[in-house]
């Protein structure tokens, strides 16, 4: 979740929607999004929404704004959502992120699921991700987490060499990523994720060759791979502009990325977004495909994004705003956009290019069409039936190939 809210309209205080996106609701897979905004340790390259105890200081005495009361501020929000949406669609996928979900206890994340099965209702075979910091987690708490209703854990690995973890400020031993693997399928989760980071300053090829194969060790069945993004306002930004360290090099994750894609794909994951490979079908995210695909869902949590009907709207940012919001019944929206025909068509564009699939020739209009068959002769994507798909080269170029789509 960015630490930045966008520009919007206000937002009405008891969070209501136009009548014309609650009629189109239902008509889009839909699912729950729960920002968790808690860390241990700020990460030096992170700009999400997120707070240590330090960052929030007194705010902790604000009921909803620690750790300990922050689950039954989200179970109020839960209930805002069911009195906003009326009769929404089941809830197909949940996923807690953050911040670290599981510094919260097993108990708080399962009744905040428990709220959204009871007032939104879960699909039968719903997929229920939570986001985890290798030294968050134990092995009775996963088992407590699979018993609540978790059904998929994305573990943030992104590395297994010493050097480039203190470079990002990750504070877990990387030994024990494999030790969460198995503790997290002994307990019965359908589906293990490892998040990786490739570019990080200092990293050389033979390193991340290294955090590729102990990743593979672990034997996932679905693997995110990021560029690092060294992003305004963080502590690494400063870092780079002082001079510390320097700025990834574009052929540097290009290398790593080629690398990357051959050693997943020998091991039987194979692609399916830019930056994700699963080993079949099932193993895929669904709740990050609802985001893809342009599909409704309500964010909750502070600086949660939401979205229903082409209506985007996104909370307050911080803890104690969010749980004072709450504690007065009022809706912790801060801000709001419509989006016209014309802007969800582009958001299409932009999503869709990035997934194996391929992006329907239908969407773009005549003079868009005019540059499909440029990125044909330049290699950069292949003709698949009715749609256009991103080759190798063009998966590291795709943010050209959306510009010369959409000029």
Not at 184 to 208: K, M, N, Q
Not at 306 to 321: I, K, T
Not at 343 to 367: A, I, N, P
Request: charged fraction near 25%; aromatic fraction near 6%.
């Amino acid at each position: 979740m960015p630490s930045a809210l966008p520009e919007g309209e206000p937002a009405p205080q008891d969070g209501s929607l136009p009548e014309t996106a609650l009629a189109e609701l239902g008509r889009q897979s839909f699912g729950v999004y729960v920002h968790v905004p808690f860390c241990t340790v700020r990460c030096g390259y992170c700009d999400f929404n997120t707070y240590t105890v330090a960052d929030l200081g007194t705010a902790t005495g604000v009921r909803g704004a620690s750790r300990t009361t922050y689950a039954g501020a989200a179970v109020e929000e839960v209930r805002l959502a069911r009195r906003v949406l009326g009769e929404p669609p089941p809830v197909e996928t949940v996923f807690f992120g953050g911040g670290t979900p599981t510094l919260l206890s097993p108990s708080d994340l399962g009744a905040v699921l428990a709220a959204i099965d009871a007032e939104l209702g879960l699909a039968p075979g719903a997929e229920v991700t939570t986001e985890a910091n290798p030294d968050s987690v134990t092995k009775a708490g996963l088992v407590a987490l699979r018993e609540a209703g978790f059904t998929r854990i994305s573990v943030g690995m992104q590395s297994a060499v010493d050097h480039v973890l203190t470079v990002l400020d990750r504070t877990h031993d990387p030994a024990r990523v494999p030790d969460v693997v198995a503790w997290a399928r002994a307990a019965g989760f359908e589906h293990v994720s490892l998040d990786l980071i490739y570019g990080t300053p200092g990293e050389s090829l033979a390193d991340w060759e290294t955090s590729l194969d102990a990743a593979l060790a672990c034997a996932p069945d679905h693997v995110s791979a990021y560029s690092l993004i060294v992003e305004d306002g963080t502590a690494l930004a400063r870092r780079v502009r002082r001079g510390e360290l320097p700025m990834p090099d574009d052929d540097d994750l290009a290398d790593k990325y080629a690398v990357a894609d051959e050693r997943l794909g020998a091991a039987g994951l194979g692609w399916y977004e830019v930056s994700n490979w699963a080993l079949d079908d099932a193993a895929r995210c669904r709740h990050n495909l609802l985001y893809w695909t342009g599909a409704d869902w309500w964010g909750v949590g502070p600086g949660a994004h939401s979205h229903v009907a082409g209506v985007r709207w996104w909370n307050v940012r911080h803890p104690a705003a969010y749980a004072e919001r709450i504690a007065a019944g009022l809706s912790p929206a801060h801000g709001r956009e419509r989006l016209d025909a014309g802007t969800r068509r582009v958001e299409r564009v932009l999503l869709e290019l990035r997934l194996r699939e391929g992006l329907r020739l239908d969407v773009l209009d005549d003079q868009d069409r005019d540059a499909v068959g440029r990125q044909v002769d330049r290699g950069l994507a292949t003709l698949e039936g009715d749609r256009l798909v991103l080759t190798l080269r063009g998966r590291l170029l795709a943010d050209a190939v959306v510009r010369d789509l959409l000029p």
